[in-house]
């Protein structure tokens, strides 16, 4: 068996539950279950690394959410960060201003905030699809796939030297609900104009830099980052002693330990 061609793939990120971050099998989207946090001291830490990079390119955040309470006045609720300190960061998350909900994303450098803010209605106990997408300069806020509006800024996002938070700023602005289908894709905007949100679970691919589906076991403490790792592609094979082509040959391990292949 001869391969012809290969792509690398991201390397699954070790993810650390913190306070009382659990799988909760009681709600989800897709698959088994959810992430929960309670809003007290709950979230998860993956380590630095060059995929939080972003620079000038383009890249995607995006999450299923439901909450259990919405953030009180002059709080916000994060779903992801990357805070060396307070004056440099950038954060996504929903903020509330005297009752006004909007979903923000904040780039803070060495004290110059910049920041895309779009108002919205939120309530409890519903599941809502956002994603934050920047192609080119322009920065972009879903929710349910309708655009809630668009800014633009120049600079360059920094390569900070932080754990990726997920559920939290600087182990603050707690998320209190639950949280499913976490992906963080880089080099792509995944969306670039109004679309119907996701109806089945995310497969890997070589733009996903972190994927957290939040299965498991209920109240487990555990969870795996299933992005690809270890993936060669063949682009062209042929087997031996054969007139078979294989046209592309997949063969994979991913966070779970488990091998695949296409």
Not at 36 to 65: E, K, Q, R
Not at 187 to 195: C, E, K, L
């Amino acid at each position: 068996l001869t391969s012809t061609g290969s792509t690398s793939y991201p390397t699954a990120k070790t993810v650390t539950a913190n306070g009382n971050a659990q799988v909760d099998t009681a709600q989800s989207v897709f698959g088994d279950a959810s992430g929960l946090f309670d809003g007290n001291a709950d979230y998860l830490t993956m380590p630095d690394s060059a995929d939080w990079y972003f620079a000038d390119g383009a890249f995607t955040i995006d999450v299923w959410v439901r909450f259990a309470a919405l953030p009180a006045s002059g709080a916000w609720a994060t779903i992801c960060s990357q805070a060396p300190a307070t004056n440099s960061y950038w954060d996504f998350a929903l903020t509330n201003y005297s009752g006004v909900y909007a979903w923000r994303f904040e780039l803070n450098i060495n004290g110059t905030v910049d920041y895309t803010s779009r108002t919205t209605t939120v309530a409890i106990n519903t599941q809502y699809h956002v994603a934050v997408v920047r192609n080119g300069n322009t920065y972009t806020i879903y929710q349910d796939g309708t655009s809630l509006g668009s800014d633009t800024d120049t600079r360059d996002i920094p390569d900070f030297a932080a754990v990726l938070e997920v559920g939290a700023w600087r182990t603050g602005d707690y998320f209190n609900g639950w949280l499913d289908e976490v992906r963080v894709s880089k080099g792509i905007a995944r969306w670039t104009s109004n679309f119907t949100p996701p109806t089945a679970r995310y497969d890997r691919d070589s733009s996903t830099v972190l994927l957290l589906h939040m299965d498991g076991a209920d109240a487990s403490t555990t969870f795996l980052d299933d992005v690809t790792t270890g993936v060669g592609y063949a682009t062209k094979a042929t087997l031996s002693n054969s007139n078979a082509t294989i046209s592309k040959l997949t063969v994979y391990s991913h966070a779970a330990g488990n091998m695949r292949g296409s």
